[in-house]
């Protein structure tokens, strides 16, 4: 059995690993944030000593045998509904959460590992997984500022030749065209363009250009 002091410690450790993951959650304003964090990390420990040493009574019994690592696994697919609930869809293609969702399962881990007595790993496990959330995020808005697809709508009038003014606002130096799609409809043309890795400015300078031209009814752009 595990002494007081020990118990403590394993629980400790684990409430204030997953604080320091569940901090970064907090400085976006995300629900699941550090107390979140600091439960599933604390409730994991608890529950891996639960299984590594709450049947010892049991065990004194003939013909019983104990395998701790059932209730750890049962830790480790249970999460995924607590994750879950983190998750936003928001629209086609937009979804949110899913960082917040593979912190809390990291979470978990960390506190499996506090309350198996793997201190090391679990002290390890927290800083890379707060250099992955904070250290490597300007990394990450770099690649996909990089490589993001933006969508340009064009609202034109009925009387406009689309591909012309195509030609004359759009040159393929400045801007990387993805795709373009036409829909001729009610007194007026709707023009998609995709780009593809686009930087703002030129866009702005377009729009700013065309958007006094009679020709235009509406200009939308999703950044």
């Known amino acids: 059995m595990l002494s007081y002091q020990e118990i403590t410690i394993r629980l400790l450790l684990a409430a204030v690993l997953g604080a320091a993951v569940g901090l970064e959650r907090e400085r976006k304003n995300w629900t699941a944030g550090m107390r979140t964090h600091m439960m599933v990390c604390l409730g994991a420990s608890l529950i891996m000593m639960v299984s590594s040493f709450g049947f010892a009574d049991a065990l004194k019994t003939d013909h019983v045998?104990?395998?701790?690592?059932?209730?750890?696994?049962?830790?480790?697919?249970?999460?995924?509904?607590?994750?879950?609930?983190?998750?936003?869809?928001?629209?086609?293609?937009?979804?949110?959460?899913?960082?917040?969702?593979?912190?809390?399962?990291?979470?978990?881990?960390?506190?499996?590992?506090?309350?198996?007595?793997?201190?090391?790993?679990?002290?390890?496990?927290?800083?890379?997984?707060?250099?992955?959330?904070?250290?490597?995020?300007?990394?990450?808005?770099?690649?996909?500022?990089?490589?993001?697809?933006?969508?340009?709508?064009?609202?034109?009038?009925?009387?406009?030749?689309?591909?012309?003014?195509?030609?004359?606002?759009?040159?393929?130096?400045?801007?990387?065209l993805a795709n373009i799609a036409f829909d001729r409809g009610n007194k007026e043309i709707t023009i998609e363009i995709e780009l593809e890795g686009q930087e703002s400015t030129p866009i702005l300078e377009t729009i700013k250009r065309i958007k006094d031209n009679p020709l235009v009814k509406e200009i939308v752009w999703s950044k």
């Not at 879950?84 to 506190?111: K, M, P, Y």
């Open 65 to 176: 045998t104990l395998d701790p690592s059932r209730v750890a696994a049962q830790v480790v697919s249970g999460i995924g509904f607590l994750g879950a609930g983190t998750i936003l869809f928001l629209r086609q293609g937009i979804v949110r959460g899913l960082t917040t969702a593979s912190g809390l399962w990291a979470v978990a881990g960390v506190g499996l590992a506090c309350g198996g007595g793997m201190y090391f790993a679990a002290l390890i496990t927290t800083v890379l997984a707060i250099a992955i959330l904070w250290g490597l995020q300007p990394v990450e808005k770099k690649l996909v500022q990089r490589y993001a697809r933006r969508i340009l709508k064009l609202t034109l009038t009925d009387s406009a030749n689309p591909i012309q003014l195509l030609n004359e606002w759009f040159d393929a130096e400045s801007f990387k």
